[in-house]
Nanobody
């Protein structure tokens, strides 16, 4: 059974940076996409970024382009989300997710496995 565990969240000030990590454990039988989503209180879960196996293709939500960078180390089964120039509106629970097809998607229902999430709070 595949499991995803996120870490790296915390409380920061506007303009600061954070790096989130997502460790994948268990057997994955094929190449897969890793994505990041976020959910603010009272709002729907939104796409943030996604990356294909071996990092060949990356996709970002417009709201984070130029500030966030997604990467992965497949030897360590880990994905990262580097978040720079953080804003209060970036405050949310951030979730890592796996898609069994090696092409990025912004659709929640295209991802089959989810982590428990890590809280990111940005104060003004």
């Amino acid at each position: 059974q595949v499991q995803l565990v996120e870490s790296g969240g915390g409380l920061v000030q506007a303009g600061d940076s954070l790096r989130l990590s997502c460790v994948v454990s268990g057997r994955t039988f094929s190449s897969y996409v890793l994505g990041w989503f976020r959910q603010a209180p009272g709002k729907e879960r939104d796409f943030v970024a996604a990356i294909t196996y071996n990092g060949g293709t990356r996709d970002y939500a417009d709201s984070v382009k130029g500030r966030f960078a997604i990467s992965r180390d497949d030897a360590k089964s880990t994905a990262y989300l580097q978040m720079n120039s953080l804003k209060p509106e970036d405050t949310a629970v951030y979730y890592c997710a796996k898609r069994g097809i090696n092409w990025p998607s912004q659709r929640i229902h295209d991802y089959d496995t989810w982590g428990q999430g890590t809280q990111v709070t940005v104060s003004s």
